[in-house]
């Protein structure tokens, strides 16, 4: 039983005991709220009409970025802790 299964369970099991309304959302952005810490270029879209040889500077993290859990993270982490949480 993985430690995502159990905060799972224990969640389950508060909104059972304590006849709680559970709602699922599913944020499909929220990568792209967290600014990247390091330099990262890539190459433009199939589509896109311009120079073959330029790329483009990402600001921020993107899904695929092996990086954007953890930067996520630590921008929600920061964020609620600047709300007193």
Do not use: I
């Not at 369970?9 to 909104?15: K, Y």
């Not at 600014?35 to 695929?64: A, I, K, P, T, W």
Request: proline fraction near 1%.
């Amino acid at each position: 039983m993985t430690l995502v299964f159990r905060v799972f369970h224990v969640l389950m099991t508060l909104t059972v005991a304590f006849d709680l309304t559970a709602e699922q959302l599913d944020t499909v952005n929220a990568f792209l709220n967290a600014e990247l810490d390091e330099e990262v270029f890539c190459h433009f879209s199939e589509g896109f009409e311009g120079d073959s040889n330029s790329c483009l500077q990402l600001l921020y993290v993107l899904y695929g970025l092996r990086r954007s859990p953890l930067l996520w993270l630590q921008k929600l982490t920061t964020m609620l802790l600047d709300f007193g949480l």
